[in-house]
T-cell receptor, first 115, second 115 residues
């Protein structure tokens, strides 16, 4: 069975600083995808970044980068130059590419960016 | 930018009543999903739908739940006889495919409150 673990229920960061949100995963499959979603207080789920299990380079999308360490089964999200608007819940999720299309989510990390 | 649209944004219903949650996925997407998030908890997969049939469902998705694509644009989730524990945010999502970096786009959610 697939599992995502996010051990940080809450994180605080000052504006303009970088922050790392941790995510570890467990799967016996060789082919999988890892996603990060942002959920602001309004409730919608916003896709941020994707990393495939066979991707050799870490994914980057603007201020978001994914620190992918396959041997350690971790896929940490790094947000550089935090902004007040980054305050939200952040969910790590995994999809296993074996014909199942569901995402398995972690419990989330609430990030608070202070001025 | 195309988006997944859900209606209503908030629904209050009495225990035992039937509810239908509606979703309009992105028009060229082929895979559709429902997820739910009980307040303060993680997002949980309910069901995936492809080619007019359920491709996978979780143990949460029991006989009280059903999904339908009644026409070419809508995708609905029906709960036949609601229980208090069905109170949650329900997210519809759609994706173009299911492999690789194909991300699922989520709607803004319907908050269901069963009283």
């Amino acid at each position: 069975a697939q599992k995502i673990t996010q051990t940080q229920p809450g994180m605080f960061v000052q504006e303009k600083e970088a922050v790392t949100l941790d995510c570890t995963y467990d799967t016996s499959d060789q082919s999988y995808g890892l996603f990060w979603y942002k959920q602001p207080s309004s409730g919608e789920m916003i896709f941020l970044i994707y990393q495939g299990s066979y991707d050799e380079q870490n994914a980057t999308e603007g201020r978001y980068s994914l620190n992918f360490q396959k041997a350690r089964k971790s896929a940490n999200l790094v947000i550089s130059a935090s902004q007040l608007g980054d305050s939200a819940m952040y969910f790590c999720a995994m999809r296993v590419n074996t014909g199942f299309q569901k995402l398995v989510f972690g419990t989330g990390t609430r990030l608070l960016v202070s001025p | 930018e195309p988006e997944v649209t859900q209606t209503p944004s908030h629904q209050v219903t009495q225990m035992g009543q039937e509810v239908i949650l509606r979703c309009v996925p992105i028009s060229n997407h082929l895979y559709f999903y429902w997820y739910r998030q009980i307040l303060g908890q993680k997002v949980e997969f309910l069901v995936s739908f492809y080619n007019n049939e359920i491709s996978e469902k979780s143990e949460i998705f029991d006989d009280q739940f059903s999904v339908e694509r009644p026409d070419g644009s809508n995708f609905t989730l029906k709960i036949r006889s609601t229980k208090l524990e069905d109170s949650a945010m329900y997210f519809c999502a759609s994706s173009e495919g299911w492999q690789g970096n194909t991300e699922a786009f989520f709607g803004q959610g319907t908050r269901l409150t069963v009283v």
